[in-house]
């Protein structure tokens, strides 16, 4: 015989809940076009073989190659479609690149409200990234998603939710193909599990891929 409980429903119990994966596209190549390298595709079969990832209806990428490529070895696995949204692209440096514009990248994280000659500020690429998930999620209430973008981008997505300024060292230190699990309800973010890149037989994070010339800028 069991014995009958009696479950009274909460408010907290009936509203809409969405799990988002936040996904680092792989490692990109080092000449600065943005593309993803032989290493960064394999670091994404790897992340869909850890089967840590799985349930979702949809994946949302960034427009740029290394999140694209990223993206479609996810979609192959989990068979699921790709939407791509232009407000989940990296910062904006103007005409620079990370690999040409080292001391302008630190004067961005120094003060996050520098806008650099035709690109955007630290500030404005977080509020710009945060109201786009805002949606993204709106159109998933009780459901699942994947969100393949940038590190940087991500390293702001984390500090928003977390609170507290933008840390360099959270960009740098962002692992490629790495995933982070947040939740979202009651029109609130909360951080479920911090980036995890554990998985990977030959992590690597944005300060390991940057030229040396580049790392000694940022002290590395």
């Not at 945060?130 to 997505?157: E, K």
Request: proline fraction near 6%.
């Amino acid at each position: 015989m069991f014995d009958m409980i009696q479950h009274n429903e909460t408010e907290e119990d009936v509203l809409p809940r969405t799990l988002v994966y936040v996904v680092v596209h792989g490692e990109p190549l080092t000449d600065g076009s943005g593309r993803i390298s032989e290493r960064g595709r394999e670091q994404v079969v790897e992340l869909v073989r850890s089967r840590a990832i799985g349930g979702v209806s949809r994946i949302y990428s960034s427009p740029s190659n290394a999140a694209l490529v990223s993206a479609g070895i996810l979609r192959r696995e989990l068979d699921v479609p790709v939407t791509v949204r232009e407000c989940l692209a990296e910062v904006s440096l103007g005409k620079g690149d990370i690999n040409t514009a080292g001391e302008q990248v630190i004067r961005m994280w120094d003060d996050p409200s520098f806008r650099p000659a035709g690109g955007e500020s630290i500030d404005e690429a977080q509020m710009r990234f945060g109201t786009c998930m805002n949606i993204v999620v709106s159109a998933h209430p009780n459901d699942s998603v994947v969100v393949v973008t940038h590190p940087m981008v991500s390293a702001l997505f984390m500090s928003l939710v977390r609170g507290g300024p933008p840390l360099l060292e959270d960009w740098l230190y962002m692992g490629y193909a790495s995933f982070a699990i947040y939740e979202y309800a009651r029109g609130s973010w909360m951080l479920s599990s911090p980036h995890d890149d554990s998985f990977l037989s030959d992590p690597r994070s944005v300060a390991s891929c940057l030229p040396e010339d580049v790392r000694s800028l940022f002290g590395l």
